[in-house]
């Protein structure tokens, strides 16, 4: 079976600088990879995903994230924080017709 | 991707009662999907609801507690029935566009907060 592996479930950051939330995946086959964002009160926005056609994927708000096959890890990047990043993220990976989720990690972002 | 509305947005009840909650697309879909949100916690998937056919349950979760209807292509509701204080949690829907897109992608709604007294 499928499953993702979201190390620190809090990270803290200051204004500017690098984002780095981690994901690691448990797959038997080719996998589907998706970053999720989560801001209070709200539900869950689409970040970027991975289908397999670029192992460096963009996603929006000048997210982004690499796949690593030989790491087995998909983790998100970005380059300078935003005190407006400061949500919940959550690593997904795609088991048939289902999506299988990591525990999420809460981002901070101090000024 | 597809705008999905929940309804309500929240609500407080007391145990022992029934919560109806609704999903409603913007444009029509196959698959639809339950999930439950516990405080702090990562999403835990309820059911797939697909139009014309049963809802299917994951291991844990039981059409009495939780029935799900699917009438047509852009609607569904979730009861949450016969509530205890550990049924308070955020229910979300999210559906996968009937144009597939490569790699299962699902879109969610705003969720529904819910606490049972």
């Known amino acids: 079976a499928q499953s993702v592996t979201q190390l620190g479930s809090h990270v803290s950051v200051s204004e500017g600088a690098l984002v780095l939330l981690r994901c690691n995946y448990s797959?038997?086959?080719?996998?589907?990879l998706f970053w999720y964002v989560q801001y209070p009160n709200q539900g869950l926005q689409l970040l970027l995903k991975y289908t397999s056609a670029a192992t460096l994927v963009k996603g929006i708000n000048g997210f982004e994230a690499e796949f690593k096959k030989s790491e087995t890890s998909f983790h998100l990047t970005k380059p300078s924080a935003h005190m407006s990043d400061a949500a919940e993220y959550f690593c997904a990976v795609s088991d048939t017709d289902k999506l299988i989720f990591g525990t999420g990690t809460r981002l901070q972002v101090f000024p | 991707s597809a705008v999905i509305s929940q309804k309500p947005s929240r609500d407080i009840c007391q145990r022992g009662t029934s919560l109806t909650i609704q999903c409603q697309v913007d444009?029509?879909?196959?698959?639809m999907f339950w999930y439950r949100q516990q405080p702090g916690q990562s999403l835990t998937l309820i059911a797939t609801?697909?139009?014309?056919?049963?809802?299917?349950?994951e291991s844990g979760f039981v059409i009495d507690k939780f029935p799900i209807s699917r009438p047509n292509l852009t609607f569904s509701t979730l009861t949450v029935s016969n509530m205890s204080p550990e049924d308070s949690s955020i229910y979300l829907c999210?559906?996968?566009?009937?144009?597939?897109?490569?790699?299962?992608?699902?879109?969610f709604g705003p969720g529904t907060r819910l606490l049972v007294l």
């Open positions: 797959s038997s086959v080719p996998p589907y």
């Open positions: 999210s559906v996968e566009p009937t144009i597939r897109e490569q790699g299962l992608t699902q879109y």
């Open positions: 609801a697909n139009q014309g056919s049963e809802a299917t349950y």
């Open positions: 444009s029509q879909v196959t698959m």
